[in-house]
Each structure stands twice: as structure tokens, then as C-alpha cells.
T-cell receptor, first 112, second 115 residues
């Protein structure tokens, strides 16, 4: 079983739609959680952290369910510019030596 | 922008030749990382450094070595390149976020093709 699992997609949605991505992680000791965005042939970029209470950043909402070891990302009012691959990322502990574990990503295509 | 550059950005080499990739950062970050990204595998950690001359292995370190002789530069060397090392290589640094979480920022990547 992969440490971080995501549906690879692609998710093809019309502009203005709401889309949700899910992610599960296997290590219950995981402490920190993030969503990254990666455009084609570019580096991953931090989209947002994910907090236990849930958090929102504009059109993006992230949720964490520690009991189910499940993370979600909701994008409202999708824009063409949201087309990218979204990576679910988990960190075991604190400190720079604790590695990040990356999911393989979910591809989103927003269409006119 | 975390001030990370990578060189070269693209490289084509032949099997059996040594290759060195360079990561350079300008903001005095202590921790630096090398990842490779391949379809179906996501990003996988090769090696990381927690200070000058302090390095450790990641999950896919076989066939790779690293060096960090000064804070700003982290070098990744493929001792004898193989076709299985064809990949996109990303360097990263650790940074503390405002909320107290520590995460990583990535350089632009190096595309390596081993023929």
C-alpha cells in the first residue's frame, strides 16, 4: 500500500464548477499535511497547509480527518488557470530531517 | 520565490558517464534536499543535507552521492549514469511557515536523459 494515495484523475470539469480531491495516508503518526500544485513541466508549489479544524484560502478549502487518515481539497468556481496536478503531501514529524511523502497527484483540467 | 536555482536545467548524457547536478540557494537555509520525479511514483527523496558536510540518505539513494561544502550549494552526483536514472530532479529547501508548520520549497528542476 502506498503511504499517500490519490486518485490520479484526470478530472475534467467546466469552468465555474466545484471539484473535490481526496487523499488517504497510511501512517497514523503523520503530523503535518499540505496540498501542492504542480503545473506541467514545472516544480511543485505549496498551495496550502491543512489543519485539523479545516482551513480556507479564497476558493480553496482543505479538510483533515485524522481518525480516517483522510485529507481533502475543495475548489469552488473553477478557473481555467486551476488546471494543474494537485499533490497531497504528508510529513511524519517536525524538523527539517523529517521527510515529506508525496502522493502521485490528481490531474485537474478545467474546460470552457 | 525561495531563491533556489538548479543547473543545468537540461542534460543528455550517455550510460556510464558521471553527472553532477548543482543546487544553489541564496537564503542561508540549513536543510536541502534532492528528489527525483517519475511517472507513477511521485517525488522520491534521494539524499538530504542538514548542514555543511552533513548529509543523509533518502529512500532511493543507490547510485547517487551528494556533497555540501558550503551552505549555499548542494551537489548531486550520479557516479555512473544508467538509463533508469533518466528523470526530473528537483532540489528543495525547508522553511517554517507562519502557522508553525515546516514545509519545503522547490527549485525549477533538471531534466536528465541518459541514453
Amino acid at each position: 500500500r502506498k503511504e499517500v494515495e490519490q486518485d490520479p484523475g484526470p478530472f475534467n470539469v467546466p469552468e465555474g464548477a466545484t471539484v473535490a480531491f481526496n487523499c488517504t495516508y497510511s501512517n497514523s503518526a503523520s503530523q503535518s499535511f499540505f496540498w501542492y500544485r504542480q503545473d506541467c513541466r514545472k516544480e511543485p508549489k505549496l498551495l496550502m497547509s491543512v489543519y485539523s479544524s479545516g482551513n480556507e484560502d479564497g476558493r480553496f478549502t482543505a479538510q483533515l480527518n485524522r481518525a480516517s487518515q483522510y485529507i481533502s481539497l475543495l475548489i469552488r468556481d473553477s478557473k481555467l488557470s486551476d488546471s494543474a496536478t494537485y499533490l497531497c503531501v504528508v510529513r511524519l514529524g517536525t524538523g527539517g530531517g523529517n521527510k515529506l511523502t508525496f502522493g502521485t497527484g490528481t490531474q485537474l483540467k478545467v474546460e470552457l | 520565490d525561495a531563491g533556489i536555482t538548479q543547473s543545468p536545467r537540461h542534460k543528455v548524457t550517455e550510460t556510464g558517464t558521471p553527472v553532477t547536478l548543482r543546487c544553489h540557494q541564496t537564503e542561508n537555509h540549513r536543510y536541502m534536499y534532492w528528489y527525483r520525479q517519475d511517472p507513477g511514483h511521485g517525488l522520491r527523496l534521494i539524499h538530504y543535507s542538514y548542514g555543511v558536510k552533513d548529509t543523509d540518505k533518502g529512500e532511493v539513494s543507490d547510485g547517487y552521492s551528494v556533497s555540501r561544502s558550503k551552505t549555499e550549494d548542494f551537489l548531486l552526483t550520479l557516479e555512473s549514469a544508467t538509463s533508469s536514472q533518466t528523470s526530473v530532479y528537483f532540489c528543495a529547501i525547508s522553511e517554517l511557515l507562519a502557522g508553525g508548520q515546516e514545509t519545503q520549497y522547490f527549485g525549477p528542476g533538471t531534466r536528465l536523459l541518459v541514453l
